[in-house]
Nanobody, 115 residues
Framework: QVQLVESGGGLVQPGGSLNLSCIAS????????MGWYRQAPGKRRELVAR???????YYGESVKGRFTIHGDDAKTAVHLQMNGLKLEDTGVYYC?????????WGQGTQVTVSS
């Protein structure tokens, strides 16, 4: 069983920045996909960004050009740098790991963008 530990959420003003981190409890040696989803109140969970085996990246349309995802060479981890935050970026952000046919989720971290 792999556990995902998230950190970095919080309250920020519009235009501000936050960095989210997610670290897996076990180092995974082979191909995996790791990323972030978010869910705003009353809305469906949506993909924010993901990275495949620390290389190929994919971003949701609403965050392209503002968010950057990157992996970690030393451990199974992913970091999401969020710049130019908007009110509509508010939500609970969940870390996601897909490996060997299994899917794992973090407990979620709240990101609130408010003036």
């Amino acid at each position: 069983q792999v556990q995902l530990v998230e950190s970095g959420g919080g309250l920020v003003q519009p235009g501000g920045s936050l960095n989210l981190s997610c670290i897996a409890s076990t180092n995974i040696p082979s191909m995996y996909t790791m990323g972030w989803y978010r869910q705003a109140p009353g809305k469906r969970r949506e993909l924010v960004a993901r990275i495949i085996s620390g290389a190929a990246t994919y971003y949701g349309e609403s965050v392209k050009g503002r968010f950057t995802i990157h992996g970690d060479d030393a451990k199974t981890a992913v970091h999401l740098q969020m710049n130019g935050l908007k009110l509509e970026d508010t939500g609970v952000y969940y870390c996601n790991l897909v490996y060997a046919g299994y899917e794992y989720w973090g407990q979620g971290t709240q990101v609130t963008v408010s003036s």
